[in-house]
C-alpha cells in the first residue's frame, strides 16, 4: 500500500503502482458515450493515464486541461484521465472547458482498474475513489514512468511523464 496525504493528514491506496518496465493492467473503463473501451484498443500507441479522483475538484480539473495542453503537441500518444466521476460529469466538463485533446474515462462500474493499478484509496475521506498518479505506457504496453503523488491536493509532475515519452 502507499501511503499519500490529503491536506496533511496520512491515507493509503490499496497497493502500489506498477513497476517500471512491467506490462500494464489490462482495463476496462467507460466512455463518455457509455461505451467500453480498454488498454489494448490503444495498442501501438503511446498512453498517458492521467489518474485523479475526480473532475470536480481545482487540481483534477487543472491536471486536465494541463495534458489536454501538451497532449495536442505528443505524436502517437493518447491521453487518458481517469477518474470513478460519472461519464455525464466527464462529458459536461469537457464541453464547458473545450477539452478536445484527452479522452476522459470512468471506472464507475466496478472499480477494476482503482484495484487493477493499486489507486484506489483504502481509507480517508476519499475511499474508494482513485489517488492522484500517472502511469506512461509505450507502443509494446509496457510501463515506462509512475508518479504517485504525495499530497493529494497537487498537480502531478507533467515535465518528468512528457519527459518520459521522450526517451
Known amino acids: 500500500m502507499a501511503s499519500v496525504t490529503l491536506k496533511g493528514?496520512?491515507?493509503?491506496?490499496?497497493?502500489?503502482?506498477?513497476?517500471?518496465?512491467?506490462?500494464?493492467?489490462?482495463?476496462?473503463?467507460?466512455?463518455?458515450?457509455?461505451?467500453?473501451?480498454?488498454?489494448s484498443d490503444y495498442e501501438g500507441s503511446r498512453v498517458v493515464l492521467n489518474i485523479f479522483p475526480s473532475v470536480d475538484?481545482?487540481?483534477?480539473?487543472q491536471s486536465v486541461r494541463q495534458f489536454n495542453q501538451e497532449a495536442a503537441e505528443l505524436d502517437n500518444t493518447i491521453v487518458?484521465?481517469?477518474s470513478k466521476d460519472l461519464?455525464?460529469?466527464?462529458?459536461?466538463?469537457?464541453?464547458?472547458?473545450?477539452?478536445?485533446?484527452v479522452e476522459m474515462l470512468s471506472d464507475f462500474?466496478?472499480?477494476?482498474?482503482?484495484?487493477?493499478?493499486?489507486?484506489?484509496?483504502?481509507?480517508?475521506?476519499?475511499?474508494?475513489?482513485?489517488?492522484r498518479a500517472v502511469v506512461v505506457v509505450d507502443e509494446k504496453g509496457n510501463v515506462i514512468y509512475t508518479e504517485q503523488v504525495a499530497e493529494t491536493t497537487e498537480e502531478p509532475n507533467y515535465k518528468a511523464a512528457l519527459e518520459a515519452l521522450m526517451n
Open 9 to 39: 493528514n496520512e491515507i493509503h491506496t490499496i497497493g502500489t503502482l506498477p513497476n517500471n518496465g512491467s506490462k500494464a493492467p489490462e482495463f476496462e473503463l467507460t466512455k463518455n458515450d457509455l461505451s467500453t473501451v480498454k488498454l
Open 109 to 131: 462500474k466496478d472499480g477494476n482498474f482503482g484495484k487493477g493499478y493499486s489507486v484506489a484509496f483504502s481509507d480517508g475521506p476519499l475511499a474508494p475513489l482513485l489517488s
Open 57 to 61: 475538484t481545482g487540481t483534477c480539473a
Open 87 to 101: 461519464p455525464f460529469a466527464q462529458a459536461r466538463f469537457c464541453g464547458a472547458e473545450g477539452i478536445e485533446n
Open 80 to 82: 487518458l484521465c481517469i
